[in-house]
């Protein structure tokens, strides 16, 4: 039961500002020689305009970032993220709100910046002043750029560059290994996210110890986020989820007052806690023991045939 391929996707997000910084040589000299150090002991970057001028870009970005990082599973180191089909659809309009506000920033950062060059720049930085630090205005605005891709996962079969057939068997069981390894990390990090709301809510309800309402209020919310991240289409993680509303239902003071209620609620939350150990890892899944052979040559996990599908905020 691997990642289903029909209804799934990865979701990567590139967001790029101009730093505001510069490296000063001439000055990193100097203190490490004031300091009697060695010349590369210490670097003196400089802040080319108020902090500030950049604020409302940087808060934009982070934004964007989080919601990208909330949504769905991590795709391996490659910095995106998988989801269902569905869910891209959904969050879409929410990137092209965030990218429409983050142009709009950078358009007014980019008069804020011609008014800022060259006399405001001089009075700001004193004897560390050169102009070669500062690009021109008329091209700044091509150090910000916003742009959430979406690509299709990739299969096996994807692998045609090759008409050797051990060559490619290699690029197959390699590929085959790495799928594995994410589907792996996806339900780890489904089980995580449910494992430390529910074993919470387990410990103080079976050890009688006091207890927040927002503990089960918050429930809803991680039965969305591992729906969203069930790319498997896994019946388990469906039912975890159900499971989660229902113990998000639970009397509250009934459980504070009524000792066999209390229980029930305890046993709840145990049967989620044992499900969870078998969506951790996909039992309907059997490794290839050869194709360990040749884990150590990575590949791209990006199909190479993918036409990007950028937003636009047209």
């Not at 910084?21 to 009697?36: H, I, K, L, P, W």
């Not at 964007?64 to 998988?82: F, S």
């Not at 800022?116 to 050169?130: V, W």
């Not at 990390?185 to 927002?214: C, S």
Request: glycine share 4%; charged share 30%.
């Amino acid at each position: 039961m691997g990642i289903t391929r029909t209804n799934s996707m990865c979701l990567f997000l590139k967001i790029q500002t101009w730093s505001g910084f510069s490296f000063d040589r001439e000055a990193s000299d100097e203190v490490n020689v004031m300091y009697d150090s060695d010349p590369d002991a210490g670097r003196w970057n400089k802040r080319l305009i108020p902090k500030s001028m950049l604020a409302e870009i940087t808060k934009i970005g982070a934004k964007a970032r989080k919601l990208h990082d909330e949504t769905g599973a991590p795709w391996l180191d490659r910095g995106g993220r998988v989801i269902r089909s569905a869910k891209y659809f959904e969050i879409l309009p929410d990137f092209q709100l965030l990218k429409s506000e983050f142009e709009i920033a950078a358009k007014t950062f980019q008069k804020e910046y011609s008014n800022f060059l060259p006399f405001r720049a001089k009075t700001f930085m004193g004897k560390r002043y050169n102009k070669n630090d500062y690009p021109e205005a008329s091209k700044i605005l091509k150090h910000f750029v916003f742009e959430i891709r979406a690509r299709p996962i990739p299969e096996v079969s994807d692998w045609r560059l090759t008409d050797n057939e051990d060559e490619r068997k290699l690029l197959e069981d390699n590929l085959t290994n790495q799928l594995e390894e994410q589907e792996t990390i996806i339900r780890k990090e489904i089980a995580a996210r449910v494992f430390t709301k529910v074993n919470n809510i387990y410990k103080r309800v079976t050890k009688e110890l006091k207890f927040r309402k927002e503990s089960f209020e918050n429930l809803p919310e991680i039965s969305t986020i591992i729906n969203d991240m069930n790319v498997f289409d896994d019946p388990r993680i469906m039912t975890i989820a159900d499971d989660l509303l229902k113990l998000s239902n639970v009397d509250v003071n009934g459980i504070r007052k009524d000792k066999a209620y209390r229980a029930q609620v305890g046993n709840q939350a145990d049967a989620i806690l044992k499900k969870l150990q078998k969506v951790k890892t996909n039992a309907n899944t059997q490794s290839n023991p050869e194709s360990k052979k040749h884990h150590n040559a990575p590949i791209s996990l990006v199909r190479p045939d993918v036409i990007h599908a950028e937003i636009s905020t047209q």
